[in-house]
């Protein structure tokens, strides 16, 4: 059971679910890579930046294995770390906006950075979100739907107002 999990509420529950891209691992793999080339030439070097690249793996896999990004019906969710431990958890009527940014590079692997934005002058930024519009997306849409759930049961409109386009006479 992750942290998420862990922290829902009573009759909370989880919609969405992101997590950290696999581009993380793309420095390691290539150091590992350099080590096999290097290796046909100068075997001991080659090994040692194999060894080096092997190595290089662990940090983001545990960056990947400990980071959490969720939204319930209530609330987002994000944790990051192991030992020093980052958490964000705002209510859905909390959040301003959520904005995504995602370079070239992140529109053809789909990956990009997301920052939250709420009350209080919260915000919060995280890196290599594997997709980040759709994280956005179920943000979103929770929103509405708490809005018009919130809506419903004060017994307003579930909309805005709707305008007549014929002139009244």
Same mark, same amino acid.
């Given at each position: 059971?992750?942290?998420?999990?862990?922290?829902?509420?009573?009759?909370?529950?989880?919609?969405?679910?992101? &997590?950290?891209?696999?581009?993380?691992? #793309?420095?390691?793999?290539? $150091?590992?890579?350099?080590? +096999? /080339? =290097?290796?046909?030439?100068?075997?001991?070097?080659?090994?040692?930046?194999?060894?080096?690249?092997?190595?290089?793996?662990?940090?983001?896999?545990?960056? &990947?294995?400990?980071?959490?990004?969720? #939204?319930?019906?209530?609330? $987002?969710?994000?944790?990051? +770390? /192991? =030992?020093?431990?980052?958490?964000?958890?705002?209510?859905?009527?909390?959040?301003?906006?959520?904005?995504?940014?995602?370079?070239?590079?992140?529109?053809?692997?789909?990956?990009?950075?997301?920052? #939250?934005?709420?009350?209080?002058?919260?915000?919060?930024?995280?890196?290599?979100?594997?997709?980040?519009?759709?994280?956005?997306?179920?943000?979103?849409?929770?929103?509405?739907?708490?809005?018009?759930?919130?809506?419903?049961?004060?017994?307003?409109?579930?909309?805005?107002?709707?305008?007549?386009?014929?002139?009244?006479?």
């Amino acid at each position: 059971m992750g942290y998420i999990e862990s922290s829902l509420l009573p009759g909370e529950t989880l919609v969405a679910r992101a &997590r950290l891209h696999r581009i993380i691992f #793309v420095r390691p793999a290539l $150091v590992f890579l350099l080590g +096999g /080339v =290097v290796t046909y030439f100068e075997p001991i070097a080659g090994a040692i930046v194999g060894v080096v690249g092997i190595l290089m793996v662990i940090p983001p896999f545990i960056k &990947r294995a400990s980071s959490e990004f969720g #939204v319930t019906t209530r609330r $987002v969710v994000i944790k990051v +770390g /192991v =030992v020093q431990r980052k958490t964000l958890e705002l209510l859905l009527q909390q959040i301003e906006a959520i904005s995504v940014d995602q370079s070239i590079m992140g529109r053809l692997f789909d990956y990009g950075t997301i920052t #939250v934005m709420g009350t209080g002058g919260v915000r919060e930024t995280f890196n290599d979100i594997a997709r980040p519009l759709e994280f956005r997306r179920s943000v979103q849409s929770q929103s509405v739907d708490k809005d018009e759930e919130d809506r419903s049961r004060r017994g307003g409109p579930s909309g805005p107002p709707v305008r007549s386009s014929s002139p009244e006479q």
